[in-house]
């Protein structure tokens, strides 16, 4: 299912951004800005309506942070809802170069979503100057748009390729894995 579609026929109707008030959520979300780095410029990458950048940016207030989507409706919406921060429309999740570069860059609960995983992760490298982390259940999560769920070894083989000037660590906790890659300066 294409981001519009999820956007519009999941996320919207059935509020999905009120979840993100939950405590597993909120520590997620949490945790993602703890690691940002301690000045700059923040992107977060499937931002939906734009909820999870505000909470973020509740977390990390001294960031500039921005939301990007897949979805002229998600992107929309979070424009309206949260007229202080910037948002990005990116026509397709490997081709985030309208955007420009960032300090760092979330990409919480998206790479499961994706078609072409691979090439997501190649587009956030190229966006990510510092930082980027990214969340991905561990186990199989009842969502219409859920189209994998990985081990820790495929994530690895994500990263792995020429291209990929960076360090990667992989954490566990609750139900998601926390991916952490520091592009090398």
């Known amino acids: ?6 956007i519009t026929s999941h996320w919207i109707p059935r509020r999905v951004w009120t ?3 939950w405590p597993r959520h ?13 000045a700059g410029r923040v992107l977060d990458v499937g931002c939906a309506c734009g ?22 409706t998600g992107i929309t919406m979070a424009a309206v809802f949260f007229k202080h921060m910037k948002f990005y429309l990116v026509p397709q999740p490997n081709d985030l170069s309208n955007v420009g570069k960032f300090d760092g860059v979330v990409c919480s609960e998206v790479l499961e979503h994706t078609p072409d995983d691979g090439a997501l992760v190649d587009a956030l490298i190229q966006v990510a100057a ?3 982390v990214m969340t991905t ?8 748009g859920h189209l994998r769920v990985y081990t820790e070894e ?16 992989i954490e566990r906790e ?7 890659y520091a592009r090398e300066r």
């Open 26 to 38: 909120q520590e997620r979300l949490r945790r993602c800005a703890e690691l940002m780095p301690p």
């Open 19 to 21: 979840h993100l008030a």
């Open 1 to 6: 299912m294409d981001a519009e579609t999820y």
């Open 137 to 144: 259940p561990w186990a199989r999560v009842s969502d219409p």
């Open 174 to 180: 609750d139900k998601f894995f926390y991916l952490v």
């Open 154 to 169: 495929a994530l690895l083989a994500l990263f792995a390729k020429p291209g990929h000037p960076g360090t990667l660590r």
């Open 51 to 72: 909820h999870s950048t505000e909470i973020m940016r509740r977390f990390r207030p001294e960031l500039e942070w921005s939301g990007a989507d897949f979805s002229r």
């Open 130 to 132: 510092g930082t980027l």
